[in-house]
């Protein structure tokens, strides 16, 4: 894996309440509930990694979310199914903003897509701790974890796992692009 880099990027992104209740669906959130979800925002942040990989021309952005992310998630559905739900959209709504803070273009389609996991792209994720689920699976190992192309390309057009989206297959609202040179050839390969 010589010829791949790994670089830290440090983002914090902020609690944008008003983006966060959009997504959840929710039109009131109570003072406990709220300062429940500042609490583990602040405390998450210190534990959210950011990573450009590239090899060769290709670069990706990775975005996760450690497992006692995962594990505090999971206790606080054991208490209570309406807060796990809210601490579970917390978390995806973390990964989310880190990605809008450095690709922009992603809130417009509303989703990052997935690149075809290469061998370098994985032999980076195993040495980073987020292996894929398996040699033949586009899975993360963790919950809380995103990986996506790096500059934008474009949205669910190009996304590996479109075949498995919904979104991807017309069925929910799809607003992505695609930026001129990232066209797919005859043979479904990216351009550039």
Known sequence: MSQTSIVEHDIRPYFDLEAFMQMSHETRLGGATLERLVGFWEEWLSALKVREITAGKISWLAVWLPQEVEDAVDETWGRSASDGFLVNNLAQF????????????????????????????????????????????????????????????????????????????????????????????AEGQEGL
């Open 94 to 185: 973390m990964c989310m903003c880190a990605i809008q803070e450095l690709l922009p273009q992603v809130e417009d389609g509303g989703c990052a897509p997935s690149p075809r996991p290469t061998q370098s792209l994985r032999e980076a994720m195993n040495e980073l701790g987020v292996p894929y689920k398996s040699e033949d699976s586009s899975l993360l190992s963790l919950r809380y974890a995103v990986v996506t192309h790096y500059p934008f390309k474009g949205g669910c057009e190009i996304c590996h796992m479109q075949s498995h989206c919904p979104k991807g297959q017309g069925q929910a609202e799809s607003a992505g692009i695609l930026l001129p040179g990232y066209e797919r050839d």
